[in-house]
């Protein structure tokens, strides 16, 4: 018997993940969205990948704008993360304060690491979109990541010998 996607959805909970948010200037307003699906794909040249649900109102604004920035997000910026993965459930706080690249796309002030990416192909697979980018500006800072396990939010905890 094929698994259900309730079965397919817990398995891929097993999977921990960062958390972030893509982040896309769309006339003069700031957009994003909560992701985990996103990836590494290349150094040479620097691209990487990020999936969206074809429903998500940022999905349109990317493919638009084909200019984003995918935030990391630290181990303190869950509020930031489910009001993006939800806005009309989760209301809206001062928490999260965004500033501007060169090109107009907003940064993530606090977050753990930032690429600002330009569109390079978008791929339907299912009901999302893979977005593949090119990374053209990275910033890193220091701290800890949010990460998503099972359904729910934890941090790091300690090394493994």
Known sequence: MPPNQEQFRRAMGCFATGVTIITVDFEGEMQGMTANAFASVSLDPMLVLVCVD???????????????????????QRAISEHYADPERVDPWDEARFERTQHGTPVLYGALAYLECRLQNAQDAGDHTIFIAEVEDVVVREGEPLLYFQSDYHKLGSKLP
Do not use: D, P, Y
């Open 54 to 76: 074809q429903k998500a109102k940022t999905h349109a604004h990317l493919h638009a704008r084909k200019r984003f920035g995918i935030n990391v997000l630290a181990e303190n």
